[in-house]
């Protein structure tokens, strides 16, 4: 979201855990967020859209809010 000065904050979201046995609706949604292999990095503008995302496979990933 926006911060009080304006500035669209940035997500870094990072794969730790492998997909490997995991459902196939949580495979799509980490390819969606642009993440291929464990330990690899993405960043996204910080929106609901990704959020939801994040939210859906939390448990795999690590998020770091970066400014822009």
Known sequence: MVDWKGVMNMLR?????????RPEKQRKV???????????????DENPAVEGMIEKVSHMLEVERVKK
Not at 13 to 21: E, H, M
């Open 13 to 21: 979201i990072k794969l730790i855990k492998s997909l490997i046995g």
């Open 30 to 44: 980490v390819r969606a967020l642009g993440l291929r292999k464990r330990g690899s990095v993405v960043k996204h």
